[in-house]
C-alpha cells in the first residue's frame, strides 16, 4: 500500500534516509513503537491484536477437526485469510483492497503452512481419517504501512494465544475403525509450539540505503523490497521478492541485517506476551 506524495516530499525522504533521520525521527533500522492484546476475542481458540502507529491487525484463530489432504496423510492443515477493511485507508474503499487481500493471504499462507514453521505433524489425530484444521483469519482495520510484517506480527501473537483441546483416540469396533473423544475440560487444552513459527522482515530499498517498517509515505518511495522469514533461533526459513533488484554484496547485507531484527523482534513480542499472560482474565469484546 503507498501514500501519494509530491516529488519535494519524496527528495525530503530520501534526503533523509541518507542521512539515518527519517522522517519520524527514527534511524533506517528502528522499528515504531508497538502493542499487543490476547485474548479478545471470546468464541475463538486464539485471538490478538497489534497496533503499530495507525496500523491496526485482529487475528482471530479457530480450530476444527477435518481430513488430511490425501498427498500429506500424516499432516494437520492451516488456512489463512486475509482481509482489509474498506476504511483502513480511503484506498482500500470499494474494491481497491481485494487484489491485496488476495496477496496477502496467499504471502501468509506460504509462510505458516510448512512443516519448518507449524508442527503440523503434531496436528495429524489419525492419519488418512482425522487431523485438525487451524483457521486463521486477519483483519486489516488500519494501515500506516508495513502490513507483511505486522499481520505475521499479529499471527505469532494469536498462535501464542491459541488452545487446542485435547482428544483422546479410542479404536472403534473394528479394526481401523477410531472415536474421537474431545474433552470437556477447558483446562485440557494444548499449545502450539512457536520455536519454529516465523515472522516477515522486509527490508526496502530507498535511494542507497535499506530501511525496515516504512511509513506510507516512505512506501510511496521504495525502489525494491525483499522480505524474509525470520525464526526464534534467526534461522531464514523463506524469502519473498517484492519488487526491484539487489546486487549479491547488497543481498548479504539484507540477510544478515534479518536475522538480527528478527531475533529482537521475536524477543519483545514473546517478553510482551508472557506480560500479557500475567494479566487478569479479559472478556472478549466479540463476546
Known amino acids: 500500500m503507498t501514500s501519494s506524495i509530491t516529488q519535494t516530499e519524496a527528495e525530503f525522504i530520501l534526503e533523509g534516509i541518507a542521512t539515518n533521520i527519517r522522517i519520524d525521527g527514527r534511524s533506517r533500522l528502528d522499528y515504531r513503537p508497538f502493542s499487543i492484546e490476547t485474548g479478545i476475542i471470546s468464541q475463538a481458540n486464539g485471538s490478538a ?14 480450530v476444527e477437526i477435518g481430513t488430511p489432504e490425501p498427498s500429506k496423510p500424516n499432516l494437520g492443515k492451516v488456512q489463512v485469510n486475509v482481509e482489509i477493511c474498506p476504511s483502513a485507508s480511503p484506498e482500500f474503499e470499494g474494491r ?13 499462507q506460504k509462510l505458516l503452512a510448512n512443516q519448518n514453521a507449524l508442527d503440523l505433524e503434531s496436528l495429524c489425530l489419525v492419519p488418512n481419517q482425522s487431523c485438525w484444521v487451524v483457521y486463521i483469519d486477519a483483519v486489516v482495520l488500519g494501515s500506516s504501512g508495513n502490513l507483511f510484517d505486522s499481520i505475521s506480527m499479529a499471527m505469532r501473537c494469536a498462535l501464542y494465544d491459541t488452545k487446542i483441546p485435547k482428544v483422546t483416540v479410542l479404536q472403534g469396533d473394528t ?28 527490508l526496502s530499498m530507498i535511494g542507497e540505503h535499506f530501511i525496515i517498517d516504512p511509513s506510507l509515505e516512505e512506501e510511496s518511495c521504495i525502489g525494491t523490497r525483499l522480505s524474509f522469514a525470520v525464526n526464534q533461533a534467526g534461522n531464514i526459513c523463506a524469502i519473498q521478492k517484492g519488487f526491484g533488484s539487489v546486487t549479491p554484496k547488497q543481498l548479504k547485507g539484507m540477510l544478515k541485517t534479518a536475522q538480527i531484527l528478527g531475533r529482537i523482534i521475536i524477543e519483545k513480542l514473546d517478553s510482551a506476551l508472557e506480560l500479557e499472560s500475567e494479566y487478569q482474565e479479559k472478556v472478549g469484546f466479540f463476546s
Open 175 to 202: 479394526p481401523g475403525d477410531f472415536e474421537l473423544e474431545l474433552s470437556e475440560d477447558p483446562e485440557e487444552t494444548i499449545s502450539i509450539p512457536l520455536l519454529h513459527v516465523p515472522i516477515c522482515v522486509s
Open 49 to 62: 491484536r497489534l497496533v503499530l502507529d495507525a496500523t491496526d491487525i485482529l487475528v482471530g484463530i479457530k
Open 96 to 108: 481497491g483492497g481485494e487484489a491485496l487481500n488476495i496477496e496477502l493471504s496467499s504471502l501468509i
